[in-house]
């Protein structure tokens, strides 16, 4: 019995020849007894509600953002030529793109996906307990990084992983200086609210290719005009050691780093354990543990 099935798709996509924009009808802030009780105030979680985003500048400090700058540069220096699927090459090169399931490979950054600073805060959001569904660094290095085309997050999950509601968040952290000028973090605010299906059947092991450049999943100029129209575009620029935390429905993208200042962040999602992944909505194989994990 497919899992199409068992469960109604509130959110179909890659299914219609057009695409269309359908309502979210997930909360944003899961409230229940741990909304009161977390580090987050009031004013950070409506904040959050009606953006879909919070940036919190400087949140770590220089010694702990220096650990983990030397950890991540140690990575690349491992992985430069490694033969791994965890690793992910740019499209156009054989630079080190990002390395995936940081959180389960390596101590440093295990630890950092566990801090209480960070996890009571997604508990506070999402209302309940929380498992790592994705991790990765995304480097991008002066004058080659390439961009990551608008997306939402949830949308691939969703189809390709089988995660079945809105109950999720990236956090990102940035490992250096985050300017408007070396390819920061773009959001559109308010446009976690609307689900923009996508077009095009997925092809088989997709992720093989989507990891370098997606192609299948992105959003159509029309209705991501629409959004942006509506809501503008917000630069998440700041310090290294900022915390940005989106909504896994946030339309989100960056552009290429042509400056000579590199860009590299942590991404770590959290997923709620209530909200944990069925058979992928697109009937296909699910992608392997390394990008989605399957509890």
Aim: net charge negative.
């Amino acid at each position: 019995m497919t899992n199409q099935s068992i469960v109604h798709d509130v959110y179909p996509s890659r299914v219609s020849p057009k695409a269309r924009i359908l309502p979210r009808v997930d909360p944003v802030v899961y409230r229940n007894e741990r909304t009161n009780s977390g580090p987050l105030t009031t004013e950070q979680l409506s904040f959050y509600e009606q953006n879909g985003y919070l940036n919190l500048t400087g949140f770590f400090a220089s010694e702990e953002v220096q650990e983990l700058r030397s950890e991540m540069d140690r990575l690349w220096e491992k992985n430069a030529k490694a033969n791994r699927k965890e690793v992910i090459r740019e499209p156009e090169s054989q630079e080190v793109r990002s390395i995936f399931a940081v959180h389960r490979d390596n101590e440093v950054f295990r630890q950092l996906s566990q801090d209480p600073r960070l996890v009571q805060m997604i508990e506070q959001i999402l209302g309940s307990e929380v498992y790592i569904h994705q991790s990765r660094i995304n480097y991008k290095k002066g004058f080659t990084g390439k961009e990551f085309y608008w997306h939402s997050d949830f949308e691939t999950w969703h189809v390709e992983d089988g995660m079945p509601r809105m109950r999720a968040l990236s956090c990102s952290i940035t490992l250096e200086e985050n300017f408007h000028y070396n390819g920061p973090l773009l959001l559109v605010p308010g446009s976690h609210q609307s689900f923009i299906t996508c077009v095009g059947e997925t092809p088989e092991d997709h992720y093989e290719q989507s990891l370098r450049r997606q192609e299948y999943g992105v959003p159509d100029q029309e209705n991501l005009a629409k959004l942006v129209e509506k809501h503008g575009i917000d630069t998440m620029t700041g310090p290294a050691g900022s915390v940005v935390l989106f909504d896994c429905n946030i339309m989100h993208g960056s552009n290429s780093n042509i400056s000579p200042l590199p860009r590299s962040n942590v991404f770590m999602v959290y997923n709620s354990v209530e909200n944990k992944l069925m058979a992928p909505f697109s009937g296909q194989q699910p992608r392997p543990d390394y990008i989605a994990t399957r509890e």
